[in-house]
Every structure is written in C-alpha cells, then in structure tokens.
C-alpha cells in the first residue's frame, strides 16, 4: 500500500558587509512511497518515510555521523561570480573528522588563455587556525601563513577558497528548515537528496569547542545567519556531497559576489596523516598584495 507525504518549504536571505545579501531558494515539494512488509528493500523505503518525516532532525545529526566514520578523501569547488565574471576555485585532498584535522591542493582559476596564473596552494585545515603555504607574493617558499579562523568574518567558510569539511557538516546542526527531496545516485552511490537553510548561529551554539569560533564569526560577519544548502547522504548518514550558497559585499567594487561552496567526501577510512608546521616555519612578516 502507498502513502504520500508532501512537504513544500524553502528561505529567501541575504548576505553580508565582506560578505552581503544571501541567496534565495525556493521550495520543493518531495514525495516518498512505501512498500508494506515483504517488498524488496523494505529498511531502505522505511529509513526514507523517517526522513521525510523529520529531515531536519536527520542533518542536525549528520556532522556526528562524520565524526564516527573517522576520515575521508575530499573533493571541493568553489565557483564566486561577481559583475559578468564567473571563476572557480578547486580542491582536493583529505580529512580527519575526529581531530578536526584536513590537508588540501587548492587551485586557483587558469587565466584567459588557459595557463595557470598561481601554483597550486597547500591549505592545512586545523581547529581555529588555517596554514597556507604558496599564499602570496613576499612570502617565502618554504614558510607557511597561518590565519586565525576565529578572526575571519566569514569563519573560513569562503576566505581560503574551500570550506572546512567539518564546518561545512556543522553547518547543519543550525537547520532551520528541510525537505526531503527523495533517492539518487552520487558516484555509483545511492544517497538522499535533502534541501534547506542552516542557521549558523545556532550551528554554533550547538557546535563542538573545535568549531565554534570560526561558526560564531561567520554568524556575526555575514549579513543573515541563514545558508541555503543542498546535501546528500548515504544509507549510513554520513555526508556525501554538500554545496552551500553565501553572498557577500564585493569590497573592490560595487555589487555583491555570489558565491556558491561544494564539498565532496568519498572513501571513508582513507588515513589522514596531517602534520602541522612548526612555529619556526610559520611565516610573521607582511604579505605583500598582488
């Protein structure tokens, strides 16, 4: 026998002063069918009616389950448009939930003729603090820059040009509002396909010590607390792919920059050896700017 459940939701918000008017997302309407006993699959259909029931209550769990899986290979994009221009910046690498610990490849935009303009910048992901190296013009090729990510407006969720896995999770435990938008496949994997807005205030508060400052700076920073999302997680709970929508005041120039985050996280299990630098390998003078 089928039921029907339907849900229709979805924010409108805007972002900030670095960081302006936040994106708008419309509403959707999900539906899920079950089977009664006997139906091939009947733990998967009854996993999705408890979704759809209460798909807030799934995300606001979803970082934990992260945290239980321990590691992961981590793919992330980062696309920003602003004023007819459109770039994207790429990421790869890995990540250690429960020491709150990443290392990742970022690459920035090709110039127009499709020679890369920067080599690629090594980002070392660590609670309360981002290290950086290849960063900027002035600093030497064998230092590191280290930012505080408390200090941050926007918490390291745009700055270092990929959002911090964990804080990127935690985000969800501030969900305000979610549908579920049913079943689909993700890189061979079958996953539930979720959409929403997190507050981050409550993100914070509701955060882990390792993650709050940089989530409660990000509160504070943008313009409105609320970020639409897109999130998929598989049959275990665990995120994924999730892509987040900011909005910030372009500060060169008139007009915002859209900018829109997506993690990818495979191969749970991958060991995630990261080491941080030393202090006497942590650049102190004045990066130039370009």
Same mark, same amino acid.
């Given at each position: 026998m089928d039921r029907r459940q339907r849900a229709g939701v979805l924010p409108v918000g805007r972002d900030r002063e670095? *960081?302006?008017?936040?994106? /708008?997302?419309?509403?959707?309407?999900?539906?899920v069918c079950l089977c009664a006993g006997g139906c091939a699959g009947g733990?998967?259909?009854?996993?999705?009616?408890?979704?759809?029931?209460?798909?807030?209550?799934?995300?606001?769990?979803?970082?934990?389950?992260?945290?239980?899986?321990g *590691?992961?290979?981590?793919?992330? *994009?980062?696309?920003?448009?602003?004023?007819?221009?459109?770039?994207?910046?790429?990421?790869?690498? &890995?990540?250690?939930f429960r020491g709150r610990l990443g290392r990742l490849t970022v690459r920035l935009p090709q110039d127009p003729a499709g020679a890369s303009e920067h080599a690629p910048i090594t980002e070392l992901?660590?609670?309360?603090?981002?290290?950086?190296?290849?960063?900027? /013009?002035? &600093?030497?090729?064998?230092?590191?820059?280290?930012?505080?990510?408390?200090?941050?407006?926007?918490?390291?969720?745009?700055t270092g040009g990929a959002t911090d896995p964990a804080a990127s999770a935690e985000l969800l435990r501030g969900t305000r509002r979610a549908v579920y938008a049913g079943?689909?496949?993700?890189?061979?994997?079958?996953?539930?396909?979720?959409?929403?807005?997190?507050?981050?205030? /409550?993100?914070?508060?509701?955060?882990?010590?390792?993650?709050?400052?940089?989530l409660a700076a990000a509160a504070k920073g943008f313009a409105t607390a609320l970020v639409p999302f897109d999130v998929?997680?598989?049959?275990?709970?665990?995120?994924?792919?999730?892509?987040?929508h900011f909005s910030f005041v372009n500060g060169q120039r008139p007009g915002t920059v859209a900018v829109?985050?997506?993690?990818?996280?495979?191969?749970?299990g991958t060991p995630a050896d990261v080491r941080l630098p030393a202090s006497t390998d942590i650049y102190a003078g004045k990066i130039a700017e370009k």
């Open positions: 670095r *960081s302006g008017a936040l994106v /708008a997302l419309a509403g959707v309407t999900a539906g733990g998967a259909l009854a996993d999705d009616a408890r979704a759809a029931q209460d798909p807030a209550a799934v995300l606001r769990g979803a970082a934990d389950r992260l945290v239980a899986a *590691s992961s290979k981590v793919r992330t *994009s980062m696309e920003m448009a602003t004023g007819g221009t459109r770039v994207t910046i790429r990421g790869e690498g &890995v990540y250690d992901l660590a609670p309360g603090a981002l290290f950086m190296k290849n960063r900027g /013009a002035g &600093v030497p090729v064998d230092k590191w820059v280290r930012i505080d990510t408390g200090r941050l407006s926007d918490g390291n969720l745009v079943r689909t496949e993700l890189d061979g994997t079958t996953v539930r396909h979720y959409r929403g807005t997190a507050d981050l205030a /409550a993100a914070a508060r509701g955060a882990p010590a390792g993650g709050r400052a940089a998929y997680l598989d049959d275990q709970g665990r995120v994924r792919k999730i892509e987040q829109t985050s997506t993690t990818l996280l495979h191969d749970f």
